[in-house]
């Protein structure tokens, strides 16, 4: 068994291999760019990560006390985090890829199989909590003054706690495909999709985050800090994770051993139901779901009106690309789940705004609208890398159907742009305008409020649109995994980075006591003509790179050759 999971894990990580050749073999400047760009970013937070837990152990008296808090918090968002992504990843790995066949006739046996399967899916959904998570967690120890063994072991414990999670999500995944016929898979992910929504809106006004922000705000986050440790949670995995934490930087090690003890025992336990649901319901279902998940369409009488409409539109020479995008939407039973989440998110947020207060941290609520834009810019980044950075991906062996076709390749762009661009920019314009309307902002606020939004998800879908093509890959099993591709993060760093330096521009640009500590650290002065300069170059310079990248990505497209 375990020479099959080394066996199986051996060829994956070999085509792992073979793509990253081959990706710096064809781009070579995309691949400097993307490993210089990840290394800077990375480093940054791994600088300022440990910066920043060490001022707070070091203060007298409550340093360690804060730490242990914080650590626990960031178990507890680990834990949560974890859950949901691994659902919908372990749906996708387990019954959506097209390998499956291919992968059961493999001479392994299955316990090591589906362990190896079971290990993508904690890569895949959980690897920005190991990445960013793990390195605190190592910090915290360090600071302790323990050595690196023991720093080691405080790394596994935390992987096993996300593997736990990751676990139960999987087992949860074989139930309720076993459970639902294999054609009612996205009304299970529509009803999981409403549970979590509601568990996120009830827990959202329990903790009331507005109390954070206004006077004694500080004071009323240490009492929350207070309830991530009571004995009411002492089920909870992330409680027994953060106690053992807690005893190996204090060098107590009886009640290491304890807690340890506890996190193994019940990490071995958890293999058994998991076994027993991979034989009992997976093995029996997984190619009965497997028809319904690949997106077929269905016969002709039993088709909605929506879908009758857009069939009907494929004849038409000026809409035809947009009906074959929708349609393409309407298959994937999953994007409908999604825009369920996206709704909630939008009444969650603006509800949210309403218990602001309108004067924090002694700033002015157009400030508040200001920094706000910021947000709503990392909530149309987060969709736009999810449906128009994947779109392209998803075209798969049609795409060399489009070379041939007598279209261009302009209007198949376009196309995508109308089915995804313009519904996420108005979605991202009701977030700002109505947080902006709740903050009762004047019409001329509003308005530059309104452009800010528009300019930032201008340019967040151009850079979607670029990074799509230039780093599509048709023949990806699941254009979900694009994300995580290395297009998927050069994408989502660029994109930050311009995110947050419109953000400062702005705040700076309204404030002035924020203009005069910015100016003492090396900004810029901003003041009067050189704000609307600076703005107009930043603009100038987005513009000017997005067109090149365009040119670039068009050319790449029209070569066959250069996609592999």
Same mark, same amino acid.
């Given at each position: 068994?375990?020479?099959?999971?080394?066996?199986?894990?051996?060829?994956?990580?070999?085509?792992?291999?073979?793509?990253?050749?081959?990706?710096?073999?064809?781009?070579?400047?995309?691949?400097?760019?993307?490993?210089?760009?990840?290394?800077?970013?990375?480093?940054?937070?791994?600088?300022?990560?440990?910066?920043?837990?060490?001022?707070?152990?070091?203060?007298?008296?409550?340093?360690?006390?804060?730490?242990?808090?914080?650590?626990?918090?960031?178990?507890?968002?680990?834990?949560?985090?974890?859950?949901?992504?691994?659902?919908?990843?372990?749906?996708?790995?387990?019954?959506?890829?097209?390998?499956?066949?291919?992968?059961?006739?493999?001479?392994?046996?299955?316990?090591?199989?589906?362990?190896?399967?079971?290990?993508?899916?904690?890569?895949?959904?959980?690897?920005?909590?190991?990445?960013?998570?793990?390195?605190?967690?190592?910090?915290?120890?360090?600071?302790?003054?323990?050595?690196?063994?023991?720093?080691?072991?405080?790394?596994?414990?935390?992987?096993?706690?996300?593997? &736990? &999670?990751?676990?139960?999500?999987? &087992?949860?995944?074989?139930?309720?495909?076993?459970?639902?016929?294999?054609?009612?898979?996205?009304?299970?992910?529509?009803?999981?999709?409403?549970?979590?929504?509601?568990?996120?809106?009830?827990?959202?006004?329990?903790?009331?985050?507005?109390?954070?922000?206004?006077?004694?705000?500080?004071?009323?986050?240490?009492?929350?800090?207070?309830?991530?440790?009571?004995?009411?949670?002492?089920?909870?995995?992330?409680?027994?994770?953060?106690?053992?934490?807690?005893?190996?930087?204090?060098?107590?090690?009886?009640?290491?051993?304890?807690?340890?003890?506890?996190?193994?025992?019940?990490?071995?336990?958890?293999?058994?139901?998991?076994?027993?649901?991979?034989?009992?319901?997976?093995?029996?279902?997984?190619?009965?779901?497997?028809?319904?998940?690949?997106?077929?369409?269905?016969?002709?009488?039993?088709?909605?009106?929506?879908?009758?409409?857009?069939?009907?539109?494929?004849?038409?020479?000026?809409?035809?690309?947009?009906?074959?995008?929708?349609?393409?939407?309407?298959?994937?039973?999953?994007?409908?789940?999604?825009?369920?989440?996206?709704?909630?998110?939008?009444?969650?947020?603006?509800?949210?705004?309403?218990?602001?207060?309108?004067?924090?941290?002694?700033?002015?609520?157009?400030?508040?609208?200001?920094?706000?834009?910021?947000?709503?810019?990392?909530?149309?980044?987060?969709?736009?890398?999810?449906?128009?950075?994947?779109?392209?991906?998803?075209?798969?062996?049609?795409?060399?159907?489009?070379?041939?076709?007598?279209?261009?390749?302009?209007?198949?762009?376009?196309?995508?742009?109308?089915?995804?661009?313009?519904?996420?920019?108005?979605?991202?314009?009701?977030?700002?305008?109505?947080?902006?309307?709740?903050?009762?902002?004047?019409?001329?606020?509003?308005?530059?409020?309104?452009?800010?939004?528009?300019?930032?998800?201008?340019?967040?879908?151009?850079?979607?649109?670029?990074?799509?093509?230039?780093?599509?890959?048709?023949?990806?099993?699941?254009?979900?995994?694009?994300?995580?591709?290395?297009?998927?993060?050069?994408?989502?760093?660029?994109?930050?980075?311009?995110?947050?330096?419109?953000?400062?521009?702005?705040?700076?640009?309204?404030?002035?006591?924020?203009?005069?500590?910015?100016?003492?650290?090396?900004?810029?002065?901003?003041?009067?003509?050189?704000?609307?300069?600076?703005?107009?170059?930043?603009?100038?310079?987005?513009?000017?790179?997005?067109?090149?990248?365009?040119?670039?990505?068009?050319?790449?497209?029209?070569?066959?050759?250069?996609?592999?």
């Amino acid at each position: 068994m375990i020479r099959d999971f080394f066996l199986l894990s051996s060829l994956h990580l070999r085509t792992a291999k073979n793509q990253a050749w081959g990706f710096l073999r064809h781009h070579p400047i995309q691949a400097f760019v993307i490993s210089a760009g990840l290394l800077f970013f990375y480093g940054g937070f791994l600088r300022i990560a440990y910066v920043a837990l060490a001022r707070i152990y070091h203060q007298e008296t409550v340093g360690i006390i804060m730490c242990t808090k914080l650590i626990q918090l960031m178990l507890l968002v680990s834990v949560g985090v974890a859950t949901m992504s691994s659902l919908t990843t372990a749906i996708s790995n387990l019954y959506m890829s097209k390998d499956l066949e291919f992968q059961f006739s493999l001479p392994v046996k299955f316990p090591s199989w589906i362990y190896y399967r079971q290990s993508q899916v904690i890569l895949q959904s959980c690897w920005m909590v190991l990445v960013f998570g793990g390195p605190i967690v190592y910090f915290f120890l360090k600071l302790s003054g323990l050595s690196l063994g023991l720093r080691a072991v405080g790394l596994i414990a935390f992987l096993m706690l996300v593997s &736990m &999670m990751v676990f139960l999500a999987t &087992m949860l995944s074989f139930i309720l495909i076993r459970l639902f016929p294999a054609r009612r898979v996205h009304q299970v992910l529509f009803i999981i999709s409403i549970i979590l929504m509601s568990l996120l809106v009830f827990y959202f006004r329990y903790i009331e985050p507005e109390k954070f922000i206004g006077p004694g705000g500080m004071e009323e986050f240490n009492g929350y800090l207070d309830l991530v440790n009571p004995t009411a949670q002492a089920w909870n995995p992330a409680k027994w994770t953060g106690d053992f934490l807690t005893a190996l930087s204090l060098k107590n090690w009886p009640e290491a051993r304890l807690h340890g003890f506890r996190i193994g025992f019940i990490f071995v336990m958890f293999q058994i139901p998991f076994l027993f649901s991979a034989y009992r319901f997976y093995r029996s279902s997984w190619d009965r779901a497997l028809h319904a998940l690949s997106g077929e369409t269905p016969e002709p009488g039993k088709m909605g009106f929506l879908a009758r409409y857009w069939s009907n539109r494929l004849d038409n020479r000026n809409g035809n690309q947009t009906a074959r995008e929708v349609l393409l939407f309407m298959r994937d039973p999953s994007q409908w789940t999604q825009i369920f989440i996206l709704a909630g998110l939008l009444a969650l947020y603006l509800y949210s705004i309403t218990k602001l207060p309108l004067s924090p941290f002694g700033g002015t609520r157009y400030q508040l609208a200001l920094g706000n834009t910021v947000f709503v810019a990392f909530v149309g980044l987060s969709i736009c890398s999810r449906f128009i950075f994947t779109s392209f991906s998803t075209e798969g062996q049609a795409l060399w159907l489009m070379k041939v076709a007598p279209e261009s390749w302009e209007k198949w762009i376009e196309s995508k742009l109308k089915v995804y661009g313009i519904p996420t920019l108005f979605f991202c314009l009701i977030l700002s305008l109505g947080s902006g309307i709740i903050l009762e902002l004047q019409p001329r606020m509003l308005l530059r409020v309104g452009m800010a939004t528009a300019w930032d998800l201008m340019l967040i879908v151009g850079a979607s649109v670029v990074f799509g093509l230039l780093f599509m890959d048709p023949k990806i099993e699941n254009a979900n995994k694009m994300i995580v591709s290395p297009g998927g993060l050069l994408l989502m760093s660029v994109c930050m980075f311009f995110m947050l330096a419109h953000g400062i521009l702005r705040i700076v640009g309204s404030s002035e006591m924020l203009m005069y500590y910015f100016r003492r650290a090396g900004w810029p002065n901003l003041e009067g003509w050189r704000y609307t300069a600076w703005a107009g170059t930043l603009g100038a310079i987005e513009i000017a790179i997005l067109g090149l990248f365009l040119w670039r990505a068009i050319r790449h497209l029209r070569s066959a050759e250069d996609i592999y």
